[in-house]
Structures are given as structure tokens and as C-alpha cells.
């Protein structure tokens, strides 16, 4: 069946640095279009990252451009989330999806920005 397992979040003080991963499995990842989507408390899903295939094309929303960036490895079956200069408001359960709503995702990995 199909399974995203994300990793890699915690706590980080303002400015600091995380990289999210994702393992998939169950499905032709290097074949399909990758998203990462993230729920802030209180709010509901908000579309962070696409990216393509084969990882040329990297799509970001405007919070996040310059600070963020999104990978895979599609030998690994593996997706990444670089984020650099986080922000508290970056603060979020950060999901990885099959779908830019989030609809078909994974358990989701915390990350809470806080001095």
C-alpha cells in the first residue's frame, strides 16, 4: 500500500536550519509530481512546495521562496525539505503529499520555530 513517512522536524530557534524527509513506498514515485503541505495550529492545510519528476521544475508559495527548498532522490525513493532562516510562523505540522491538497499524505512531521 501506499506510505509517506516523514522525519526530520523538532524544535528550532528563529533563523535555524531543518531538512524534512519523506520516504515513499508503494507507488512508481519517480513518476509522480511530489508535494510538500503543512497545517499551522489552528488552520487548516496550506500548500508549501511542488516538485516535478525529475526535479527541474521547483515551485514554492511566496512565504516560503528563497528559504526553502524542496529535492528528491528518486533512487531512494526519497523527498526532501530544506529549510533555511526559519521564522516562527513557519511553525507547522509539514506534511509530504501525492496531491497539492494534502489529501493523500503522510503522518506528518512537527516543526515549531520558537526562541
Known amino acids: 500500500q501506499v506510505q509517506l513517512v516523514e522525519s526530520g522536524g523538532g524544535l528550532v530557534q528563529p533563523g535555524g536550519s531543518l531538512r524534512l524527509s519523506c520516504a515513499a513506498s508503494?507507488?512508481?514515485?519517480?513518476?509522480?509530481?511530489m508535494y510538500w503541505v503543512r497545517q499551522a495550529p489552528g488552520k487548516g492545510l496550506e500548500w508549501v512546495s511542488t516538485?516535478?519528476?525529475?526535479?527541474?521544475?521547483?515551485v514554492y508559495t511566496d512565504s516560503v521562496k528563497g528559504r526553502f527548498t524542496v529535492f528528491r532522490d528518486n533512487a531512494k525513493n526519497m523527498l526532501y525539505l530544506q529549510m533555511n532562516n526559519l521564522k516562527p510562523e513557519d511553525t507547522a505540522l509539514y506534511y509530504c503529499?501525492?496531491?497539492?491538497?494534502?489529501?493523500?499524505r503522510g503522518q506528518g512531521t512537527q516543526v515549531t520555530v520558537s526562541s
Open positions: 503529499a501525492r496531491d497539492r491538497s494534502g489529501n493523500n
Open positions: 508503494g507507488f512508481s514515485f519517480s513518476s509522480k509530481t
Open positions: 516538485i516535478s519528476i525529475g526535479g527541474s521544475v521547483k
